[in-house]
């Protein structure tokens, strides 16, 4: 009998230890098998893994990420649209590598040159739509390195658009995560990214998804892979599971099985191991004005982000709000007055601006008069 017991609380414990996540310090360099590589959350930019994260290297197709951010900012911002026609150059026709043979005047949507670019990685699509934003493809390429900058993507120089192996090409898993995170938030993406298979031209050119975790990896929701003879095999490989978005970056890989393979540790690792939690957003009300044309002014607060967690962290999220008792006219719209700090366990997490809605102004001899002769205006 007590033979019978002890077996069985030590399968319970057993059990037990096998439910539990990994810890922080499971995944080992050796684990993932690439040269270079790291393992980010993005809303945080929080990184969970890295192995010579910053050891500047030849990225490849990866490069097209950089690519169509811009593209997808042009819309955004209504420079280009995806119904657009852009016409094949000689110089994007010439492209060789991965492409979709397009020919010198041959044209296509916008949103063709897209997927052809993030399904099939064409060259010659990325460079057509790199010359339709700016006229030429160097003019683009200085923009992607602004653009770069502004990121602060310190290991990174671009030469080209679409990643053909050129001396002085060059970024990082580091830098690589940090455009692919900013990409995502360009939703449409996805839209793209998701594609196994389609067809352009009508149906007559048939395209594959160059990333196979789509079909193999629960929550791929992209990005981008890259092979050139000097970059190796790279893959910067998105997903989410409950919530939480993932990003793992694989460069210099020997084969494309061992950098779908090196994704895939990480990311498991990182749904294993990590969660997000939405903190509940805080109406901040509204607070009173001294001396203003108003009593009294609404407060707003943006909603606050999802934070990242460890899954053994048992810790909830409290938050403190901090606004002063009363405001002194004048107030300004969108003026900064307090914030509200969130908090897991002792420690801040995130902290959010609250702003005034509206303007009040002060309560002088002046504005009374123009008041109430606004106001006798309107009878």
């Known amino acids: 009998m007590v033979i019978k017991r002890t077996v069985s609380v030590m399968l319970a414990v ?62 955004e911002n209504g420079k280009i649209s995806l119904s657009d026609t852009v016409t094949a150059s000689e110089h994007s026709a010439s492209m060789g590598g991965s492409d979709i043979w397009l020919e010198t005047g041959e044209q296509m949507s916008v949103d063709d040159m897209l997927k052809a670019t993030l399904v099939a990685s064409a060259n010659d699509a990325a460079v057509a739509l790199a010359e339709y934003s700016e006229g030429s493809e160097d003019a ?133 191991n990590y969660s997000v939690i939405t903190p509940k957003k805080v109406k901040p009300g509204t607070v009173p004005v001294n001396k203003g044309m108003e009593k009294k002014v609404a407060l707003v607060a943006d909603a606050p982000k999802t934070v990242l967690t460890n899954k053994t962290n048992t810790d909830e999220i409290t938050t403190e709000v901090n606004i002063p008792e009363n405001l002194d006219a004048p107030v300004k719209k969108n003026q900064t007055v307090g914030s509200i700090t969130y908090k897991l366990g002792d420690k801040e997490v995130q902290r959010v601006i609250v702003r005034a809605k509206d303007a009040v102004e002060e309560c002088t001899f002046e504005n009374s008069l123009q008041y109430i002769f606004d106001k006798l205006i309107s009878l």
């Not at 080992?28 to 192995?51: G, H, Q, T």
């Not at 990082?172 to 900013?182: F, G, Q």
């Not at 009508?202 to 970059?231: P, R």
């Not at 095999?233 to 939480?244: K, Q």
Request: proline share 2%.
């Open 14 to 75: 057993v059990m037990l230890l096998l439910s539990l996540p990994f810890s922080a310090s499971a995944l080992s360099k050796d684990d993932v098998n690439a040269p270079s590589a790291i393992l980010v959350e993005p809303d945080s930019f929080k990184v969970l893994y890295e192995k010579n994260a910053h050891e500047k290297r030849c990225v490849a197709s990866i490069t097209k990420v950089m690519t169509v951010l811009l593209i997808m900012e042009d819309i």
């Open 140 to 272: 683009f390429v200085s923009r992607m390195n602004k653009r770069a900058k502004s990121l602060g993507m310190k290991d990174t120089v671009f030469k080209n658009c679409n990643g053909l192996d050129e001396e002085g090409h060059i970024s990082s898993a580091y830098d690589v995560a940090l455009m692919s995170a900013e990409l995502i938030k360009h939703t449409k993406v996805f839209d793209y990214t998701s594609i196994w298979l389609d067809f352009l031209r009508n149906g007559e050119t048939q395209i594959v998804n160059t990333n196979k975790l789509l079909k193999s990896y629960d929550g791929i929701t992209g990005l981008k892979t890259g092979t050139t003879d000097d970059a190796g095999c790279c893959i910067s490989a998105t997903a989410e599971r409950n919530g939480m978005k993932l990003i793992a970056v694989a460069l210099g890989c020997d084969t494309g099985t061992e950098r779908f393979k090196a994704a895939s540790t990480m990311l498991d690792y990182g749904f294993n």
